[in-house]
Nanobody, 124 residues
Framework: QVQVTESGGGLVQPGGSLRLSCVAS????????MGWYRRAPGKQRELVAV???????NYADSVKGRFTISRDNGKNTVYLQMNSLKPEDTAVYYC??????????????????WGQGTQVTVSS
C-alpha cells in the first residue's frame, strides 16, 4: 500500500516562514497529483495548493503570492514553502497524493491517499 508522511509543521510568529514536506512511499507507479489541504478549527478542510506531475499548479486565493508548492517527482515528494504567515493560516495541514499503484494484477486506477496531518500555528 501507500504511506503519506508529512513533516515541518510548528509554531511561528506572524510574518514568519515554514516549509512543509511530504513523501509518498510504497509500490507507486506514478503520483499524478500531490498537494496540500488544511483544516482550521471549526472549519471544513480546504485546498491550499496542488501540483500535477506535469507542473501545473492550483492555489487557494488566500495563499497566492505567499505560498509556493514544488515537487520532486523522482522522490514522490512535495513541498510547501509558506512565507508571510498570518494567524488565519493556523490549521492542521494535510498532504494528499493521487497515486497509481503497480501490482501483480497490473496498473490500478488512480487513488487518493492522505497523510496524518501536521499542525501549523501562527501566533505571537
Amino acid at each position: 500500500q501507500v504511506q503519506v508522511t508529512e513533516s515541518g509543521g510548528g509554531l511561528v510568529q506572524p510574518g514568519g516562514s515554514l516549509r512543509l514536506s511530504c513523501v509518498a512511499s510504497g509500490s507507486i507507479f506514478s503520483t499524478d497529483v500531490m498537494g496540500w489541504y488544511r483544516r482550521a478549527p471549526g472549519k471544513q478542510r480546504e485546498l491550499v495548493a496542488v501540483m500535477a506531475n506535469g507542473g501545473s499548479t492550483n492555489y487557494a486565493d488566500s495563499v497566492k503570492g505567499r505560498f509556493t508548492i514544488s515537487r520532486d517527482n523522482g522522490k514522490n515528494t512535495v513541498y510547501l514553502q509558506m512565507n508571510s504567515l498570518k494567524p488565519e493560516d493556523t490549521a492542521v495541514y494535510y498532504c494528499n497524493a493521487v497515486v497509481r499503484l503497480l501490482t501483480a494484477q497490473g496498473l490500478l486506477p488512480a487513488q487518493n491517499y492522505w497523510g496524518q496531518g501536521t499542525q501549523v500555528t501562527v501566533s505571537s
